[in-house]
């Protein structure tokens, strides 16, 4: 089993910044991709980036202004979201799997049904 516990998030005016952090606990060895999802009421919980021992990848309509970091050794991923806009609004959440967060052909793994394990969610807000 794996545990994440989320912190960061709240309001911000648009064209500020937050930062999210998602701590691994109680996780057994082994690589671990790590993901940022979000969801806006609504809408499909959508991917954000993923991070694994591979590198970092973005969902391309996400590229830019958020930034993913891992501290390997706090076990550690953080969400740097900068230039929030009002559409940024949503419940994110981070996810994790052990293993890559690629699949052998390639594809990244960007669908929430990819995830076993998952943080509580984060609420941000986007509002002048």
């Known amino acids: 089993q794996m545990q994440l516990v989320q912190s960061g998030g709240g309001s911000v005016q648009p064209g500020g910044s937050l930062r999210l952090s998602c701590a691994v606990v109680?996780?057994?060895?082994?690589?671990?991709?790590m993901g940022w999802f979000r969801q806006a009421p609504g809408k499909e919980r959508e991917a954000v980036g993923l991070s694994d021992i591979g590198g970092i990848y973005y969902i391309d309509s996400m590229k830019g202004r958020f930034i993913i970091s891992r501290d390997n050794a706090k076990n550690t991923v953080y969400l740097q979201m900068n230039s929030l806009k009002p559409e940024d609004t949503a419940m994110y959440y981070c996810?994790?799997?052990?293993?890559?967060?690629?699949?052998?052909?390639?594809?990244?793994?960007?669908?929430?049904?990819?995830?076993?394990?998952w943080g509580q969610g984060t609420q941000v807000t986007v509002s002048s």
């Open positions: 109680a996780y057994s060895d082994g690589s671990i991709c």
């Open positions: 996810a994790a799997l052990y293993g890559s967060c690629k699949l052998s052909g390639g594809s990244w793994l960007t669908h929430r049904g990819d995830f076993p394990f």
